[in-house]
């Protein structure tokens, strides 16, 4: 006659198996949805390059002397180290700026073989 601690440890190893088999199921139907694809920030590179660029543009503008002889050497120079970054890269980039009394004046665009991304934007000076 078998004991009540063995239909115990039956019980229990059947639904543990049930267990089982139903997550492994339910992580078939659910992990292809769940996936998540780390190359798309590598190819989506464009836009975090040129809103890098952006920001540095700016800050650059912030930092820098209130002479103007001083704020226009340092972006030609910041000009220059990006439109190489660019073309190291893969891109086709312009970046214009007018340097102002009051304001600097930005234009830039990137060119790529996916996309095209334009921006004009005006920064105070300090």
């Not at 198996?17 to 590598?42: D, H, M, R, W």
């Not at 190819?43 to 390059?49: A, Q």
């Not at 952006?54 to 050497?73: N, R, Y």
């Not at 073989?113 to 004009?120: A, D, H, P, R, Y």
């Amino acid at each position: 006659m078998p004991s009540l601690s063995s239909k115990k440890a039956q019980f229990f190893i059947l639904t543990t198996v049930v267990i089982v088999g139903v997550f492994y199921t339910l992580s078939k139907y659910i992990n292809p949805y769940a996936f998540v694809a780390t190359s798309e920030p590598v190819i989506g590179g464009e836009e975090s390059f040129f809103d890098n660029v952006k920001d540095k543009t700016i800050k650059t503008v912030i930092i820098s002397a209130k002479t103007d002889s001083a704020l226009k050497a340092n972006l030609e120079t910041y000009k220059n180290f990006v439109t190489n970054m660019a073309s190291d890269k893969g891109y086709d980039f312009t970046f214009n700026y007018t340097v102002g009394t009051v304001n600097v004046n930005v234009s830039m665009v990137l060119v790529s073989q996916k996309t095209t991304l334009k921006s004009k934007f005006i920064i105070p000076r300090p």
